[in-house]
C-alpha cells in the first residue's frame, strides 16, 4: 500500500501552474504558504497521533497500543504514513 497524501499535500499537487499568471514574488508567497501550512498540518497529525497513544495507555487498550507503537513516535509515524 503506497504512502497516504495530507489535504494540504493533495491541494498543492492539483493546484494549477499560477506562475505563469502571477508575479513571481506572489508565486514564491503562495509557495511560502503551503509550507506553513503542509509544517501545521503535520504537527496537528503528530498531535493526534500522541492523544491517540496516550488515551490508549489510559484505557489500556493494548491492541490499539500495540498498534500505535509499532511506529515508535510520532513523527515516525508521520514519515512512514503519508508522502
Keep these: ?26 508565486a514564491l508567497e503562495f509557495l511560502a504558504k ?3 501550512a503542509k509544517e501545521i498540518e ?3 497529525i503528530e498531535q493526534a497521533y500522541n ?13 490499539i ?4 507503537s509499532d511506529y515508535g513516535n510520532a513523527s515516525n509515524y508521520f514519515n512512514q504514513t503519508y508522502q
Excluded: C, W
Aim: no cysteine.
Design 42 to 44: 503535520r504537527q496537528q
Design 34 to 36: 503551503f509550507q506553513k
Design 1 to 26: 500500500m503506497g504512502k497516504k497524501q495530507t489535504a494540504v499535500q493533495l491541494l498543492e499537487q492539483n493546484m494549477p501552474n499560477i506562475s505563469k499568471h502571477i508575479s513571481i514574488g506572489i
Design 65 to 68: 497500543r500495540d498498534d500505535i
Design 51 to 63: 492523544q491517540g497513544y496516550r488515551e490508549a495507555e489510559i484505557d489500556n487498550g493494548a491492541d
